[in-house]
């Protein structure tokens, strides 16, 4: 099943006291990576909140903020950090002083700083906040899902077009190739015959060598092998779990068969043919960037 790194999610839970909403965003990474947005209440929680997510989530860079608010809006509690505001205080006096301002420091100076003040107890949120904020959580990551499967469902689409795309390539070529090594062999046995005529020439040695470049211009093992791929890579888009990583090395091997059968077939035609194959190769691999 492809399912894309890129989609939202929000997530709604509320109790009679609190209510949390957190929205998750992913984009493509090579890896799991996260950002996390939360209520300092909460820090001790990043690592279950991280293990929610490889729940739901293999690849990717992943952004969550989570937001609790308390149901009854009850004001919230706040001390002053008495340490921190005698710092500004004597920081702006040093300042004041070394630019020669008469001014005296005021209050409104200092709220200029918002770490002058401290929420006490931040750590100590009920265990019904923490259950509240992980279902939404997992509301978010359901609907994150969901988005993720249906645009995963279209680059499938896409991904199937052009793999169709690639075959009929590789029919025309074969087609052009067929006989090749044939003629080459005829054409250059012809050519050197002329030259046999001094008798200075070794007639088997130049015919293994003639054999040797007429198998230099056969793509037919370039073909099979570039079929074989293509269809691997067909099986794999039905597969289960992740093939974002198999399916760029498929590519890989695509692209390798494409450059062997431009390098060996002297033909105009099988050349220009060979461009659009691996222009194809090329947006198939942009397509796969973004899949899990």
Not at 61 to 71: H, M, P, Y
Not at 219 to 233: A, G
């Amino acid at each position: 099943m492809i399912i894309s790194m890129t989609g939202f999610g929000r997530g709604v839970s509320s109790t009679e006291q609190y209510e949390a909403q957190v929205e998750v965003r992913t984009v493509n990474h090579r890896f799991l990576d996260f950002t996390i947005k939360l209520p300092k209440a909460f820090e001790t929680r990043e690592s279950d909140i991280r293990d929610i997510a490889r729940k739901h989530v293999i690849r990717g860079r992943v952004n969550i903020n989570i937001t609790l608010k308390e149901a009854d809006e009850a004001p919230v509690q706040l001390d002053i950090n008495e340490a921190v505001v005698k710092s500004y205080r004597n920081l702006l006096d040093s300042i004041r002083a070394a630019a020669g301002i008469a001014e005296p420091v005021r209050l409104e100076h200092l709220l200029n700083f918002g770490d002058i003040f401290v929420q006490p107890d931040a750590a100590e949120l009920p265990e019904e906040a923490w259950q509240c904020t992980a279902e939404a959580i997992e509301q978010a990551f359901v609907e994150l899902n969901a988005m993720r499967k249906r645009e995963g469902a279209e680059i499938e689409k896409d991904l199937r077009s052009r793999i169709d795309n690639l075959g009929s390539l590789i029919e025309q070529i074969e087609t052009l190739a067929a006989g090749r090594s044939q003629e080459e062999f005829v054409k250059l046995k012809g050519r050197i015959d002329a030259m046999l005529d001094s008798g200075e020439l070794d007639p088997a040695r130049l015919e293994l060598e003639i054999a040797l470049l007429a198998d230099r211009v056969d793509v037919t093992e370039e073909c099979i092998r570039f079929k074989s791929h293509n269809t691997l890579f067909v099986e794999s888009l039905a597969q289960p779990e992740s093939v974002g990583r198999k399916l760029n090395f498929l590519l890989q091997e695509m692209n390798r068969e494409a450059n062997t059968i431009g390098a060996k077939a002297s033909n105009a035609e099988i050349a220009h043919l060979v461009v659009l194959l691996k222009e194809e190769v090329e947006k198939l691999r942009e397509q796969i960037q973004n899949i899990e």
